[in-house]
């Protein structure tokens, strides 16, 4: 069973940064694609961004690209995902998603384990 738990989330003004992290509880990290994926109110789930095992391969959406930044550290144990200039329309809930894969997947069916999210809300 993985366990993924995320943190740092929080109410920020637009134009600010903040920064998640995501660790894997009771295991390592080291063979696990994960990403970052967000779901609004009254919205569907999207995806944000993915970092494979090894932290050669990234995607971002459209959306954020130029704005976040995730990396990994495997030997913490830790994905973090750097959000700068940050907008109301960032407001969400964001889970992070691993599968121990080389591979990594925009797709969040893809991904078996997932975190209990955490809430990011941007004011304008």
Not at 51 to 65: H, L, M, Q, R
Not at 79 to 88: A, D, E, G, N, R
């Amino acid at each position: 069973q993985v366990h993924l738990v995320e943190s740092g989330g929080g109410l920020v003004q637009a134009g600010d940064s903040l920064e998640l992290s995501c660790t894997r509880s009771g295991g390592s990290f080291d063979f696990y694609a994960v990403a970052w994926f967000r779901q609004a109110p009254g919205k569907e789930r999207e995806f944000v961004a993915a970092i494979s095992y090894d932290g050669t391969k990234i995607n971002y959406a459209e959306s954020v690209k130029g704005r976040f930044t995730i990396s990994r550290d495997n030997a913490k144990n830790m994905v973090w995902l750097q959000m700068k200039s940050l907008k109301p329309t960032d407001t969400a809930v964001y889970s992070c998603a691993a599968r121990a894969n080389v591979f990594t997947s925009v797709e969040a069916p893809w991904y078996n384990a997932w975190g209990q999210g955490t809430q990011v809300t941007v004011s304008a």
